[in-house]
């Protein structure tokens, strides 16, 4: 019989964990909490305290059973749950469950590794009340939110609504960012470029430059007349070189990764969705079987705030760097420098390190063949990352030429490298970032072509999963690990809707947002939700007592809900479809569901006839003998794609948005596609067709 119970959250880690720990541990897994607030009813005493009700999980039930029949027996129980407050709070429950004699029992580490793990076994501590009673704080305010807002919602406005503390303040950013679109006046403006020549060079390569200043002030242009009266000025003028300023500076690698940082980049670079990156992270976390290695965690723990990152990691990172980059790249073994984290919510303990490779040198070519291509691309990105933050800034210089022609002054600039550092793992190896003419003061030039091109002001983008993670994360807006759930709560819901990877509210989400703001708006409020995110972190530091948060909390609280029951039931309008019920005759409406948009009979419940929602884009198929229409659909991923209404019969599908308009040189559709450097441009839809027209962007 083992001596040991080691009892972890996830079932992937018991392989990794019995391997390392050898054949005098059991390791049984809680599959997550075993104890919760009850379904079914509030589950806090507010007269008396605050006090939760904590029930056991219903389908839990079978797990803590099979966990109180393994302690039988044993020397001694370790609780090795993850190394954060949901951690903290499991292993409580589990303690208070089991009976685990108090003591030092609380496991923890940050990365499944032989060294780590090991050592966390010989010195374990005992379990982190403040820790339990700031996750305990952070249940119940979202519980007294939820519970207690909600049934409001549903009497106002509709059922199967929810609000929550952090969801809520989610939906008004992406609301308010939808009234500023709006609101945006689109204005006309105008951008002057020009290529030059040196004089008396043949040699010398013409050079782009843009008009930067007129008479000292900064050059505006806001009618195609003002920019054709300047090009045509600037042709009569002789051309100098004003000035030549050169300025070195250095450029530092980012720190290594955090929650947020991680799944921002992974969405940017990698085009994964957060809920995605989290799932992969943990895979790669809990363990990864390496041919004879067996299962081996490849990344730290993937749920921190911080950059900390630990003296061992320094000591191999300057390792590996000095043995394949050389001596001079290799960053001290010093501690990181504070800042890292611009977020207000950011704190750096003690138990966290930033995300990065648990050992530097499992390169990821050298393990890819054992990962999936996604896992591949994420380790990939989580080793670069840190490795580059442990090697010396990058050298540059900058330089700036100002060109004159008459009152007018033309800019062009460019960097060149002294000194790669951390830019070599880019594969950065050249010289020059930029093109810089060979040019010295007074030179005269030649003015090979100028050309004035309209453009507008652009409103405030919408926000994708990586812009409100960032947004949620600068202004302490809940913590990393609740951004996942948010965001699918926010879908879930109907109260917004993705389109083209972007959050768009829909009206259902517009009508809560309103209510919430008029009713609630201490609650819907970024500096109330950030404010609260540090009582929780004083809860964690015993700088506050956890009930005393939530009296002050629930003071205010139930004076709003009290406004709320008073308001006027809000009518939710009613968008008719040009569709008839093909059971009654009487109109369709467009209802939104979890699965997006559809349409019902305005005769429900009398009639519940439903049918797909056909999302029209105004433009008839292509196919020749068709008669349907081209409607935007979504892959089971979420990828916006166009397909003909009459599927199956039809099968036309393409991935670019189809127009109205019919290409000059072979008649097929064309179909319109976004460049990210010269904006919208036509392309036909026929591949054996090179026609491609660029165009200026309109409001639409």
């Not at 609000?163 to 609101?183: F, N, T």
């Not at 951390?422 to 594969?427: F, H, N, P």
Request: overall charge positive; aromatic content about 10%.
């Amino acid at each position: 019989m083992t001596k040991y119970l080691v009892i972890v959250e996830s079932p992937t880690k018991e392989k990794t964990l019995k391997k390392i720990l050898g054949r005098d541990y059991t390791i049984k897994s809680s599959k997550g909490h075993l104890i919760d607030l009850p379904k079914t009813k509030l589950g806090i005493d507010i007269e008396n305290n605050f006090q939760p009700e904590y029930v056991v999980i219903p389908k839990q039930r079978k797990v803590l059973k099979e966990l109180e029949d393994s302690t039988k027996g044993k020397e001694k129980v370790f609780l090795a749950t993850d190394p954060d407050r949901e951690g903290e709070a499991i292993a409580w429950h589990i303690a208070q469950k089991l009976k685990v004699r108090e003591g030092k029992n609380r496991v923890v580490f940050n990365e499944i590794t032989e060294r780590a793990v090991s050592q966390a076994v010989k010195t374990p501590r005992e379990i982190n009340l403040n820790m339990v009673n700031s996750q305990k704080a952070r249940r119940l305010l979202d519980r007294l939110v939820g519970y207690k807002i909600s049934p409001l919602l549903w009497k106002k406005i509709g059922k199967k609504l929810s609000a929550g503390r952090v969801q809520s303040v989610a939906l008004r950013l992406i609301c308010e960012r939808e009234e500023e679109i709006v609101k945006f006046k689109i204005e006309e403006y105008w951008n002057i470029n020009a290529l030059f020549s040196k004089i008396g060079d043949e040699k010398t390569e013409t050079f782009k430059a843009k008009l930067f200043s007129i008479n000292s002030e900064k050059a505006t242009i806001n009618t195609k007349d003002e920019a054709t009266k300047i090009c045509e000025e600037v042709k009569n003028q002789d051309i100098y070189v004003k000035s030549i300023n050169k300025k070195k500076e250095s450029k530092n690698p980012p720190p290594p990764f955090t929650t947020s940082t991680l799944q921002q980049e992974a969405y940017n670079k990698l085009n994964f969705p957060i809920k995605k990156t989290m799932l992969l992270a943990q895979q790669l976390y809990e363990g990864i079987t390496l041919g004879t290695k067996g299962n081996i965690g490849l990344i730290t723990y993937m749920r921190t705030d911080s950059v900390r990152v630990s003296d061992e990691a320094k000591i191999e990172a300057k390792k590996y760097i000095e043995e394949h980059f050389g001596k001079d790249f290799a960053k001290s073994s010093q501690s990181l420098k504070k800042g890292g984290n611009k977020s207000k919510n950011a704190r750096i303990q003690d138990a966290h390190e930033s995300i990065r490779p648990t050992y530097i040198f499992n390169h990821p070519e050298s393990i890819r063949k054992y990962l999936t291509n996604d896992q591949y691309r994420l380790y990939n990105l989580i080793w670069q990352r840190f490795v580059a933050s442990r090697m010396k800034a990058a050298y540059l210089e900058k330089i700036t030429i100002d060109i004159e022609s008459g009152k007018y002054i033309f800019r062009t600039s460019g960097s060149k490298i002294l000194f790669k550092g951390y830019m070599i793992l880019s594969g950065q190896n050249n010289q020059n970032l930029d093109k810089i003419p060979d040019l010295k003061e007074k030179d005269q030039l030649r003015l090979e072509k100028i050309e004035a091109n309209q453009s507008f002001t652009k409103p405030p983008p919408r926000y994708t999963e990586a812009s409100l993670v960032k947004r949620l994360e600068k202004e302490g807006i809940g913590r990393p690990s609740t951004y996942v759930p948010t965001i699918s709560t926010l879908q879930y819901r109907t109260y917004v809707e993705k389109i083209d990877k972007k959050f768009r509210p829909t009206e259902l989400g517009i009508t809560v947002n309103s209510f919430l703001i008029r009713y609630f708006s201490d609650i819907v409020n970024i500096t109330f939700t950030a404010k609260m995110e540090k009582q929780l972190d004083e809860v964690e530091s015993d700088k506050k007592k956890w009930e005393d948060v939530l009296r002050i909390f629930y003071k205010a609280f139930s004076n709003d809900l009290e406004k709320g029951g008073q308001a006027q039931k809000i009518e939710m309008p009613k968008v008719f479809s040009d569709e008839v019920c093909d059971k009654c005759g009487s109109k369709m409406l467009v209802k939104n569901g979890r699965f997006g948009k559809f349409l019902a009979c305005s005769r429900f419940p009398k009639c519940k006839n439903t049918k797909p929602f056909l999302d029209k884009i105004g433009v008839s198929c292509p196919e020749e003998g068709c008669s349907g229409e081209i409607i935007r659909k979504k892959t089971k991923k979420g990828r916006t794609f166009y397909g003909c209404s009459n599927y199956p019969k039809c099968s036309f599908v393409s991935w670019n948005k189809p127009v109205d308009k019919k290409c000059p040189q072979c008649n097929h559709i064309l179909v319109l596609i976004k460049d990210k450097k010269n904006g919208f441009y036509y392309k036909c839809s026929n591949s054996a067709c090179d026609y491609k027209h660029f165009i200026k962007e309109d409001k639409k």
